[in-house]
């Protein structure tokens, strides 16, 4: 029967046994050949544009703790979602991310939708790009693609397959084969590291979005804990790896190098754990740390390391790392108990005649949502809000962009509450989401509605590209034109993809649109006219 399978065929049933059974994507004229005869037991979620499609595999297999499968049109397909993939790369997130490629036999006149140079085209945000000589190698490429994607550092990965493949006879069946994704560090060094840290008088921890990633949020907590030192998030963090109403966490690390020296002062030792060191954002110059501070990273991405301007690093899974330190670890005495973070301040009210503030927007937020509700958050200019009334308590429940460009979250959301679907969660995800970053994937919603997702957009609608009008303030570039955004009718574009809508002006109203928006089957779109708030950047 061997001789009879087709390549099609046999993909699928390699496809099967990895349990990569649902396909993100927007169908076109090279890919059909890949989706005729679709199988009953596979899923295909259909995006209306090629970015969303790619953002929303991440935000699944960030859900699932799974790989995830993209199949993405030719050359114009593959650039469209090419800001996507940035993201997913920048976030370590698994994906097998395929392109349909013009027929063979026509490739050396270069036709119309043909990809010239396929294979170069997503690098360098891949982690492997692969376009096989022939058609027979194709499901020995799907094996090599998944291995590479899902083995650490996991990653994106890329294969370019010609339409006309898919008929050829395979050779047999398909290898399937398994693979370590963890890897330990090395034992020895860990041991230095201890003795370093037992030695250390005034200790800071950083805990970065791959130790949840990892798994590591209990060997987080325990870690923190025996160490008795304040805790710190990276700067800018796609996950968030510590509960941030911890006695023990004194918020996020500052964005510029300047203000991370100033917060570094006073400590003889600062632990990094799954992060850069650090991640900066605007240029503001100084010492990357004090006199005195030594700092020690543990990453299981070999760039991270190699990238650190100082400090030494450890390469390795994060979770074993922490779980082995603590053991080594002797018990803190005498170090000094952090202050943590001011969770009963007075929310920043607006006056009666005026828009609502984002404080308040999130404040109301946060006394409504349900306990286990996850956030996905893209309102740049509204980060130091988020945390003080939506903070992150549990594991796996906070999402943002991992390269720092906008239109992931919307469709982010959706694949995260396809992710928690697949694996059998139920709890609502709140998006929050400025009006800017709103446009760039806004198809997205209509998947969510067609798959009746419960998720609630609660989209801060101030009217401007706010966190543009702090860099030109901290940049001195006055005159920069489009930072305004006048004329957005975003209820209006929300109940045209088949949301539920609502225009909110009042605290009161917020609370019970949210609430209606929980108990509602499929996705709201909740529209809060904000005030303009610049943030602070450096």
Request: glycine share 10%; hydrophobic share 45%.
């Amino acid at each position: 029967m061997t001789d009879e399978k087709t390549v099609h065929g046999v993909t699928y049933d390699l496809l099967r046994a990895l349990g990569l059974t649902t396909v993100f994507g927007n169908p076109g004229s090279t890919e059909q050949t890949f989706l005729q005869d679709f199988p009953d037991d596979f899923a295909y979620v259909l995006a209306l544009q090629e970015a969303s499609a790619l953002a929303m595999a991440d935000g699944f297999a960030q859900s699932t703790g799974k790989p995830a499968l993209v199949n993405l049109h030719t050359a114009a397909g593959t650039g469209n979602a090419m800001g996507s993939l940035v993201a997913a790369y920048r976030a370590g997130t698994p994906l097998i991310v395929t392109a349909g490629q013009q027929t063979r036999e026509m490739s050396l006149c270069d036709p119309y939708l043909n990809n010239r140079d396929a294979t170069s085209m997503p690098r360098p945000w891949v982690k492997w790009a692969f376009e096989p000589a022939r058609a027979q190698d194709v499901p020995a490429a799907f094996m090599q693609a998944y291995a590479v994607a899902t083995q650490p550092p996991m990653g994106p990965v890329f294969l370019s397959i010609p339409l006309d493949d898919w008929h050829q006879r395979a050779l047999g069946p398909a290898v399937v084969r398994t693979l370590s994704h963890r890897v330990a560090p090395d034992i020895e060094r860990l041991r230095g590291f201890a003795d370093r840290i037992n030695r250390s008088k005034r200790p800071l921890l950083v805990m970065g979005p791959e130790v949840d990633r990892a798994g590591g949020w209990d060997a987080g907590i325990a870690f923190a804990e025996k160490l008795g030192a304040p805790v710190r998030g990276s700067a800018l963090a796609d996950r968030v790896s510590f509960p941030e109403d911890h006695r023990l966490y004194v918020g996020p690390m500052p964005m510029t190098i300047a203000e991370v020296n100033q917060t570094l002062q006073g400590h003889d030792l600062v632990i990094v754990v799954g992060a850069q060191v650090f991640r900066y954002y605007p240029y503001v110059p100084g010492e990357y740390l004090p006199e005195g501070t030594e700092l020690l990273q543990i990453t299981a991405d070999p760039d991270i390391a190699s990238v650190a301007p100082v400090g030494d690093s450890l390469v390795g899974d994060t979770r074993i790392a922490l779980e082995r330190l603590a053991e080594m670890m002797t018990p803190a005495q005498g170090r000094p108990v952090p202050t943590p973070l001011d969770r009963n301040r007075a929310v920043n009210s607006s006056a009666p005649s005026e828009l609502l503030t984002a404080d308040e927007v999130y404040a109301a937020v946060g006394g409504v949502k349900p306990a286990d509700a996850a956030v996905v958050m893209e309102s740049t200019s509204t980060i130091a809000e988020q945390l003080q009334w939506l903070p992150t308590t549990r594991s796996g429940s906070f999402f943002a962009t991992g390269s720092g460009g906008i239109g992931w979250g919307v469709p982010g959301a959706v694949g995260v509450a396809l992710g928690d679907r697949a694996r059998g969660v139920d709890r609502t995800i709140i998006a929050t989401i400025g009006d800017g970053s709103f446009q760039y994937s806004i198809q997205s919603i209509w998947t969510a509605a067609q798959h009746k997702l419960p998720i609630v957009f609660v989209v801060l609608r101030n009217g401007a590209y706010a966190i543009f009008k702090s860099f030109a303030l901290l940049e001195k570039t006055p005159g920069v034109p489009a930072l305004d955004l006048p004329g957005l009718d975003i209820a209006a574009l929300a109940t045209g993809f088949g949301c539920r809508a609502a225009e909110i002006e009042t605290i009161e109203e917020l609370k019970r649109e949210f609430t209606a928006a929980v108990g509602a089957e499929g996705p709201t779109v909740l529209v809060v006219p904000t005030q303009v708030e610049l943030p602070h950047l450096g």
